[in-house]
């Protein structure tokens, strides 16, 4: 079985940072790419940021230049570096990966349980 264990949300003031990270666990093979995604109250899920094991990376517009993603391969952990919060990323930021294991030796899609981030006015 593979999981994602999300933390790092909470309540921060619009202009503060909060960072998330989002482990996977299992009997992995390997990790095509990682991402977050988020779904603001009453709205669709949308991307925010992605990052492939080589490293290449691309993000949201509303998020260039605040937000920053990276993966480290050894920990098989995603990070979420959220700068310059807005009340408008308040939402529930779920973790996701393209995992291979011997269950799903072409990789599949994990989904972690989601973090809430909320960013006060």
Do not use: H
């Not at 619009?14 to 709205?43: E, H, T, V």
């Not at 490293?55 to 605040?66: N, P």
């Amino acid at each position: 079985q593979v999981q994602l264990v999300e933390s790092g949300g909470g309540l921060v003031q619009a202009g503060g940072s909060l960072r998330l990270s989002c482990a996977a666990s299992g009997s992995i093979f390997s990790i095509n790419d990682m991402g977050w995604y988020r779904q603001p109250p009453g709205k669709q899920r949308e991307l925010v940021a992605r990052v492939r094991s080589v490293g290449t990376t691309r993000y949201a517009d509303s998020v260039k230049g605040r937000f920053a993603i990276s993966m480290d391969r050894d920990k098989k952990t995603v990070y979420l570096q959220m700068n310059s919060l807005k009340p408008e990323d308040t939402a529930v930021y779920y973790c996701n990966a393209d995992i291979l294991w011997a269950g799903a030796p072409n990789g599949y899609d994990y989904w972690g349980q989601g973090t809430q981030v909320t960013v006060s006015s």
